[in-house]
């Protein structure tokens, strides 16, 4: 299950083999904060992408609810019934009893805390699928599995309800991401979707009694690293999971593009016998080039502490540098224009280039033309062509891919 907070990110997932897509609108998901997010009107059009390649959609709607949203629950749960989106992830029990009222399918947020059978059993008079509580070991994970099946846990569809958890991603300090201090610090609730991140910050620790700082190791002491289980997908995988979910609304589409091809290619190497500890190798390598900040196998090994990461922000390898818009396309010889609004292009450039149809597309430029020349620096201010294969739209960004550290020189 792919992450989508745009169509670029959302077309992204498909183009690389998602089988569902988890996004949310403007208002009522803990995503609520982002800059990408869909609107009520888009819903028609993401069931309809989804439905053309096979994929299922799910609407998050999985904040804390007050008696003055009821209405707006109404709302957006009947447009998502209109639209033909799949289903949507609750945690609130307004929302999740007025969608059963209404026929529209359900599936119990992380944001619940499900941590055991019994749980399980009572949510699934409400609900298909489960996503459990990300603090749970392996085994735990396997005892919840196999208690579905051995109690014959049965959803409102009347099959065996499937059991959902996080495989990558960003992890928080919290309990299933139930946390306070951005209420308490700028009155504004995470649990509202408007987190403001105070744990991804460093901090000092002062004795209040004589004055002393504390040093902790330079840590930054309540942000995990993020959660990676590409390196023991297959022991994930045993413990009787259905669904393998991604987190990342907030990111940017080639993170989703990237994440979800890795872990793809993982899945099926694990049900084609080539899962090996070589492929692993590789796929880690392209994980570390989008935005991370470190990784570590989350609670699912046992660990009774997280790993905290000793940096601000991302540790990715490679990063994206804009530079600049897309004008034309030119259907016939296959050649892309567009216009260098910043930095410059270079021939042997590796490329990206993010849209809203076209999602994310990944080349390397091996010659360019500026005012009908043959080029191999193409300056800012420059109207630049080169040939491609997919359309090139005027909504199109382009951006050139270099290493971290030439970003930061």
């Not at 610090?185 to 000092?204: D, F």
């Amino acid at each position: 299950m792919a992450p989508a907070g745009g169509f670029d990110s959302l077309q992204a997932a498909l183009d690389n083999g998602a089988d569902s897509v988890y996004f949310g609108v403007d208002q009522l998901n803990m995503r609520a904060r982002a800059t990408m997010n869909f609107t009520l009107v888009d819903l028609e059009e993401i069931a309809q992408r989804c439905n053309k390649y096979g994929a299922k959609s799910y609407l998050t709607v999985n904040t804390i609810i007050y008696n003055h949203d009821l209405s707006l629950i109404k709302t957006i749960v009947q447009r998502v019934k209109e639209s033909g989106i799949t289903a949507i992830i609750a945690s609130d029990q307004a929302v999740i009893g007025y969608a059963k009222s209404v026929g529209v399918d359900v599936h119990i947020s992380t944001q619940v805390n499900v941590t055991n059978i019994e749980t399980v059993k009572f949510y699934s008079l409400f609900a298909n699928v489960m996503v459990l509580s990300r603090e749970l070991s392996l085994r735990q994970v396997q005892e919840i599995c196999e208690g579905v099946v051995k109690e014959d846990v049965r959803g409102p569809n009347g099959e065996l309800v499937r059991i959902e958890v996080f495989g990558h991603g960003a992890l928080c300090m919290a309990v299933s991401g139930k946390c306070y201090l951005s209420l308490h610090t700028t009155n504004s609730s995470a649990n509202r979707g408007a987190c403001v991140q105070n744990c991804r910050r460093k901090y000092k620790v002062i004795d209040l009694e004589d004055g002393h700082e504390l040093e902790l190791d330079n840590e930054y002491i309540m942000s995990p690293k993020d959660l990676c289980t590409i390196d023991f997908l297959d022991q994930l995988t045993n413990t009787g999971i259905s669904v393998l979910k991604i987190e990342g609304r907030g990111r940017a589409p080639e993170y989703v593009a990237t994440v979800i091809k890795c872990y793809r290619e993982a899945i099926d190497s694990l049900q084609n016998g080539t899962y090996s500890e070589e492929k692993v190798t590789e796929w880690m390598t392209e994980l570390e080039k989008v935005y991370n900040r470190g990784f570590w196998g989350g609670y699912y090994l046992g660990q009774e502490l997280g790993e905290w990461t000793d940096a601000s922000g991302s540790k990715a390898t490679q990063k994206k540098v804009f530079l600049g818009k897309g004008m034309h396309y030119y259907s016939k010889a296959k050649i892309g224009q567009f216009k260098i609004e910043a930095q410059q292009l270079r021939k042997d450039d590796q490329i990206l280039i993010t849209g809203p149809t076209n999602g994310v597309i990944e080349t390397t430029v091996k010659s360019m033309r500026v005012d009908d020349q043959e080029v191999d620096v193409a300056p800012r201010g420059s109207e630049v062509t080169f040939t491609i294969d997919d359309v090139i739209r005027a909504s199109d960004k382009l951006y050139k891919v270099v290493p971290s550290e030439e970003v930061t020189a």
